[in-house]
């Protein structure tokens, strides 16, 4: 059975040739807009900075980044795990989740201790502090004590060496200036008896003079 085919561009009637419609010619200006459409649709993937023209498109799951198939065989990732990155999107689209209940189960209660742990420690730490204050405080109030006991000592026994300093001097300073008060009274006596007219008062004078100068 041959059907007749009208072509579309041509308009011309043509019979279906018997290796079907493979054999027939191609329209190659309208297969090169459906191949530049199909392109269009299915965005290639960008090329490797690395390997001039070759698309990235391996996952490399060791790197987490995009490797072209030179990128493989012999540069930089030689022997990596790879993976589509569609098929390691999809794998790992429950890993956040399942992340975020182990953190909000066990690890918040490590942090939960953690924290209590902290608190305790800085508590016993305070107290050791606030102990040796407390006996820094109680030393040094005993030695001021000490200290005050002592200085009261030595000033009682420095007022009683100036009270036996001047038990000891006074008296002596005390006759010398009598001494010297006798003296002076003897010398402006002396110089009256010189001045006396009367033979019989310089006499009794000057005997009373020489008495008191003996
Ligand atoms: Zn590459
Ligand atoms: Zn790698």
Not at 73 to 87: C, F, K, N, R, Y
Request: hydrophobic letters at 35%; one cysteine or more; a negative charge.
């Amino acid at each position: 059975l041959r059907l007749p085919i009208k072509c579309p561009n041509c308009r011309s009637v043509v019979e279906l040739p018997p290796t079907g419609v493979d054999a027939l010619p191609t329209n190659v200006s309208l297969r090169a807009i459906i191949e530049k459409y199909q392109m269009d649709n299915e965005p290639r993937p960008p090329s490797c900075q690395e390997h001039h023209r070759h698309p990235l498109n391996m996952y490399c799951i060791q790197d987490r980044q995009l490797i072209c198939g030179l990128c493989l065989t012999v540069g930089q990732h030689q022997g990596h795990p790879i993976d589509d990155l569609q098929a390691a999107f999809i794998r790992e689209k429950q890993t956040p989740s399942l992340l975020l209940a182990r953190l909000s189960e066990q690890r918040w209660a490590q942090v939960c201790e953690l924290a209590e742990q902290l608190d305790q420690d800085k508590a016993r730490c305070e107290a050791l502090v606030r102990q040796d204050r407390q006996e820094v405080d109680q030393f040094f109030h005993l030695l001021e004590g000490i200290l005050a006991r002592k200085k009261h000592a030595y000033l009682e026994a420095l007022d009683k060496a100036a009270a036996e300093v001047s038990l000891a001097y006074d008296p002596l300073i005390h006759r010398v200036k009598e001494l010297q008060e006798e003296q002076l009274d003897l010398v402006s006596l002396g110089s009256s008896v010189e001045d006396e007219d009367s033979p019989l008062v310089f006499l009794e004078q000057v005997h009373s003079f020489r008495e008191r100068g003996d």
